[in-house]
């Protein structure tokens, strides 16, 4: 079993910026896709970003160039640092992994999810 733990979320003004953090535990391993994923009320959930191997990274058309996604090994944790957001961000921000290392932006190719955390961004 994978757990992962969310945090970093939180409000800010148009064009801000916020780090998200996602700490794995339990029976980890340096193999598989990590990523992000957000639902916005009233909508499903989309894909944001992912990471796996040796980081490679894919991200959804809305978020890149301002968004970055990014792994510590040693510390079993996945970052995505966002910059430049717009109200269009708000959502909750959800962690998900997966085990086996082909990477996919569909939500429910992922068995392990975090609890979300709350992203709101103002204008």
């Known amino acids: 079993q994978v757990r992962l733990l969310e945090s970093g979320g939180g409000s800010v003004q148009a064009g801000g910026s916020l780090r998200l953090s996602c700490a794995a535990s339990?029976?980890?391993?340096?193999?598989?896709?990590t990523g992000w994923f957000r639902q916005a009320p009233g909508k499903e959930r989309e894909f944001v970003a992912i990471t796996w191997g040796s980081g490679s990274t894919s991200y959804a058309d809305s978020v890149k160039g301002r968004f970055t996604i990014s792994r510590d090994g040693a510390k079993n944790t996945v970052y995505l640092q966002m910059n430049s957001l717009k109200p269009e961000d708000t959502a909750v921000y959800y962690c998900?992994?997966?085990?086996?290392?082909?990477?996919?932006?569909?939500?429910?190719?992922?068995?392990?999810w975090g609890q979300g955390t709350q992203v709101t961004v103002s204008s």
């Open positions: 998900a992994a997966r085990r086996i290392t082909i990477p996919h932006t569909h939500a429910g190719a992922y068995e392990y």
């Open positions: 339990g029976r980890t391993s340096s193999s598989g896709v």
